[in-house]
Each structure stands twice: as C-alpha cells, then as structure tokens.
C-alpha cells in the first residue's frame, strides 16, 4: 500500500476551519484515499473516502487534486470535540478486506 | 444498530498468564480484523476474517497468538504465554462485504488494553 505522510501535529483555535494534507506519491491507480479520525480511549472512525475531486459529507471535505499524489481534509469551524488524531490512508478499499496501513497520524490540538 | 463491542475494556496479566480477548463485529459484517497498538507505534493490522475463515494472518506476530471466529459471529484473540511486549491495546473492526463497491468502510472497537506486568 502507498506510503503517506502527514504533518505529526497541528494546533487551532475553535471556530476556525482546519486544513490537513497528506502526500501520497506513490498512490497506485486503483487506490482510494481515506481518513479517520481517533479520540483518546477510542478506536479510530472513518470520516470521509475519495479517489479524485473533491467529496463532502456532514463532517468534513476531502479535496484530491488531478495528479492525486496529495489530498486535503478539510474541517470547518472546527469545536474542542475535534481535538483527536487524524489518519491518512491509501489503498484498494473499493475491495473488501484490505487491511489499513496506519502512519503516525496528525495529532489536532483545538482551543478556545 | 449497536457498534463493535470488545471484552475486556482493560486486562491486566502477569507473564506467562494466558489472556482471552473477545469482539463481538456489528451484526450481518462478514469480515473482520484484528489491529494492536503497542506503546509508542503505529496501528498495525493482526489478521482478518471472512466470516469464520482466516483470510489473511499475515500480521500475527507469533504462534502465541491464537484467534477464532467459530460460527462466523464474535472472534476471540488468546495470547498464550503472555510476554511483556504483547502489551498495548487491541482493536477490532468489520466491515460489510462489498466487494466491487467504492467502499468498504471497517468498523472500529473502543479497544482492549492489555498490560503484562
């Protein structure tokens, strides 16, 4: 599965919308992008998939340019409640079964 | 529509005991993995299961580790002896079969701590 790399952590004020980039270089063409995010004491939950453009859902955007080598999780306005952790994952997830390869994720730090 | 369900929240175990962790994946999900966390890595893959067949267990660790999904319903993760290494805490997920569809979004257990004194 394609490597990614994601900043380690990064820090926001409530009410801002925040902005997360994954580089995935090596994305292979049958391959999706996909985030989760994971709470303390939680397991990680998935927040948004794409595979080009841009998706959206209640939670978030997921911005994936022409060459998709990066992507971009948006959340806007981001609450206290969304300090966690945020992976970044690429692989064939249109087949079932495949095994997430998590990285070290970015740590988000929300403040009032 | 209850989530995925792990026993126990938190165990803690002596070297060389042996410890039985459960998963019970949301009702009607044919697969079903395993991931473990150990202190200060990455999330790692364990194993996966399509209903009570093993599919892939390429990330077991060692043969101390056992998991069964008899039935094809919960699965049970038996460490035997139990090593000072193997703490962390341990995920389950499962997910829907949906092959040849663009998703297969896996589930995600709060977790089992397990820590080996």
């Known amino acids: 599965l394609a490597k990614t790399t994601q900043p380690i952590s990064m820090d926001s004020y409530e009410g801002q919308e925040v902005n997360i980039t994954c580089s995935h270089n090596?994305?292979?063409?049958?391959?999706?992008i996909t985030w989760y995010q994971q709470f303390p004491s939680q397991g990680p939950r998935f927040i948004i998939q794409?595979?080009?453009t841009k998706v959206t859902n209640e939670v978030a955007s997921l911005f994936i340019p022409a060459d998709r080598k990066s992507s971009t999780l948006s959340l806007p306005r981001v609450s206290l409640s969304d300090t966690a952790v945020y992976y970044c994952?690429?692989?064939?997830?249109?087949?079932?079964?495949?095994?997430?390869?998590f990285g070290k994720g970015t740590t988000l730090s929300v403040s009032s | 529509e209850a989530g995925v369900t792990q026993f126990p929240s938190h165990s803690v175990i002596e070297k060389g005991q042996t410890v039985t962790l459960r998963c019970d994946p949301i009702?009607?999900?044919?697969?079903l993995y395993w991931y473990r966390r150990v202190m200060g890595k990455e999330i790692k893959f364990l194993l996966h299961?399509?209903?009570?067949?093993?599919?892939?267990e390429s990330g077991m660790p060692n043969n101390r580790f056992l998991a069964e999904r008899t039935g094809g319903t919960y699965s049970t993760l038996k460490v035997q002896p139990a090593e000072l290494e193997d703490s962390g805490v341990y995920f389950c997920?499962?997910?829907?079969?949906?092959?040849?569809?663009?998703?297969?979004?896996?589930?995600f257990g709060p977790g089992t701590r397990l820590t080996v004194l």
């Open positions: 009702s009607g999900h044919d697969n």
């Open positions: 997920a499962s997910s829907q079969d949906q092959a040849g569809t663009s998703t297969d979004t896996q589930y």
């Open positions: 794409g595979y080009k």
């Open positions: 299961f399509v209903k009570e067949s093993k599919q892939d």
């Open positions: 090596n994305i292979a063409t049958n391959d999706y």
């Open positions: 994952l690429v692989g064939p997830f249109n087949q079932a079964g495949t095994a997430l390869i």
